[in-house]
T-cell receptor, first 108, second 115 residues
Framework: RKEVEQDPGPFNVPEGATVAFNCTYSNSASQSFFWYRQDCRKEPKLLMSVYSSGNEDGRFTAQLNRASQYISLLIRDSKLSDSATYLCVASAGTALIFGKGTTLSVSS | NAGVTQTPKFQVLKTGQSMTLQCAQDMNHNSMYWYRQDPGMGLRLIYYSASEGTTDKGEVPNGYNVSRLNKREFSLRLESAAPSQTSVYFC??????????????FGEGSRLTVL
């Protein structure tokens, strides 16, 4: 069973829209959670860590629900430059496990 | 600041050939990782090294070997390449692993095709 599951999308939204991505993880012992961003044919880069209390970084808000083993990412006021694949990541033992990613396409 | 450097960036092999992907990081990180990324499969962990002198299998280790040469370098070897190993390979490093794992820093990737 895949440890981190995401809706693959694609999500096609207009500029200025609000979009939410969801992710579930199966390992109840996971302690660390992240969202990474990957542009086409590039390496993944950290977007933000996800904390139990929820956290915000500009237009991006991440939430963690440990009881439901659920992580979310909310993007407000979408920009063309937000077009990318967003990877949900959870720790598993001494390594990190990546979801397959959710593709976002923002159009003008 | 180079970060994580992978070589080669592109490689074409014939079935049965061997090759080694090289990875080096200059951030004094303890942990290093090799992932492969295939369409529709996402990133899958091949091997990782939590600290110098240790290596452990990830999700998909079959057909690969690794060497943590020193704190900076972590190589991935394909002893007898197969078409199923056609993929994009990413090396990554982090300051720590496990509960203390912070940000992973990735190299630019190595695109391998096995004919």
């Amino acid at each position: 069973r895949k440890e981190v599951e995401q809706d693959p999308g694609p999500f096609n939204v207009p500029e200025g829209a609000t979009v939410a991505f969801n992710c579930t993880y199966s390992n109840s012992a996971s302690q660390s959670f992240f969202w990474y961003r990957q542009d086409c044919r590039k390496e993944p880069k950290l977007l933000m860590s996800v904390y139990s209390s929820g956290n915000e970084d500009g237009r991006f808000t991440a939430q963690l629900n440990r009881a439901s083993q659920y992580i979310s990412l909310l993007i407000r006021d979408s920009k063309l430059s937000d077009s990318a694949t967003y990877l949900c990541v959870a720790s598993a033992g001494t390594a990190l496990i990546f979801g397959k990613g959710t593709t976002l396409s923002v159009s003008s | 600041n180079a970060g994580v450097t992978q070589t080669p960036k592109f490689q074409v092999l014939k079935t049965g050939q061997s090759m080694t992907l090289q990875c080096a990081q200059d951030m004094n990180h303890n942990s290093m990782y090799w992932y492969r990324q295939d369409p529709g499969m996402g990133l899958r962990l091949i091997y990782y090294s939590a600290s110098e002198g240790t290596t452990d299998k990830g999700e998909v280790p079959n057909g690969y070997n690794v060497s943590r040469l020193n704190k900076r370098e972590f190589s991935l070897r394909l002893e007898s390449a197969a078409p199923s190993q056609t993929s994009v390979y990413f090396c990554a490093s982090s300051r720590n692993s496990g509960r203390a794992t912070g940000e992973l820093f990735f190299g630019e990737g190595s695109r391998l095709t096995v004919l």
